[in-house]
């Protein structure tokens, strides 16, 4: 069964930092890129952030660039996102999702997959 | 960045009547293989998105053929021929044609 299951939110201070991780299964991870959505409690979604196949590529949205950084680790199935100086806006639910096979070019398969999603809180 | 602007945002229906969508895009999104994509997406209370349609019109996996999606260039329409229980939830299109992809803001539907 194609599954992705995150883990790593919590309630964490203003100015902090914490590490999300999206472990996958039942498809071949390598072969594609990876997302971070996220999603402001009763609102839309917002993608976040990419990353390719092979970890090579990254991109971010503009809100979160310089304070977020997308990595994998393909040996284990596993894909992180290391927040820092964390602000009350980045309060979300945050999603994994299953990518494209090339980042950034179009894909039938884009976002066919998603994580159940993992809860952060920024609060003092 | 493409905006993805949806209509209605909020959509009461009966159940058992039909349902519709419509999603439009600041850009065309017919990408250079000819090919458009344009997703939509379910979101039920308290679950993560599932994705319904991709490329304008072709149903995923399990999804009900009560669900159709149409369209070309920058406009298209989610309908569902007849609305059920299960079906309350917010309806997201999404543009895979031009990077980074983006949503449309959702659209909620509710049982009156």
């Known amino acids: 069964e194609v599954q992705l299951l995150e883990s790593g939110g919590d309630l964490v201070q203003p100015g902090g930092s914490l590490r999300l991780s999206c472990a996958a299964s039942?498809?071949?991870?390598?072969?594609?890129?990876m997302s971070w959505v996220r999603q402001v409690p009763g609102k839309g979604l917002e993608w976040v952030s990419a990353?390719?196949?092979?970890?090579?590529?990254?991109y971010y949205a503009d809100s979160v660039k310089g304070r977020f950084t997308i990595s994998r680790d393909n040996s284990k199935n596993t894909l992180y996102l290391q927040m820092n100086s964390l602000r009350a806006e980045d309060t979300a639910m945050y999603y994994c999702?299953?990518?494209?096979?090339?980042?950034?070019?179009?894909?039938?398969?884009?976002?066919?997959?998603w994580g159940q999603g993992t809860m952060v809180t920024v609060s003092s | 960045d493409v905006v993805m602007t949806q209509s209605p945002l909020s959509l009461p229906v009966t159940l058992g009547q039909p349902a519709s969508i419509s999603c439009r895009s600041s850009?065309?999104?017919?990408?250079?293989?000819?090919?458009?994509?344009l997703n939509w997406f379910q979101q039920r209370p308290g679950q993560s998105p599932r994705r319904l349609i991709y490329?304008?019109?072709n149903r995923d996996s399990g999804v009900p053929d009560r669900f159709s999606g149409s369209g070309s260039g920058t406009d298209f329409t989610l309908k569902i021929s007849r609305v059920e229980a299960e079906d309350v939830g917010v309806y997201y299109c999404?543009?895979?044609?031009?990077?980074?992809?983006?949503f449309g803001q959702g659209t909620k539907v509710e049982i009156k």
């Open positions: 490329k304008v019109s």
């Open positions: 999702a299953k990518g494209e096979r090339y980042l950034t070019i179009a894909d039938p398969e884009v976002f066919d997959i």
């Open positions: 990353i390719s196949g092979r970890g090579g590529s990254t």
């Open positions: 999404m543009q895979g044609t031009h990077w980074h992809w983006t």
């Open positions: 850009q065309s999104l017919v990408y250079s293989d000819g090919n458009t994509y």
């Open positions: 039942g498809f071949t991870f390598s072969n594609y890129a």
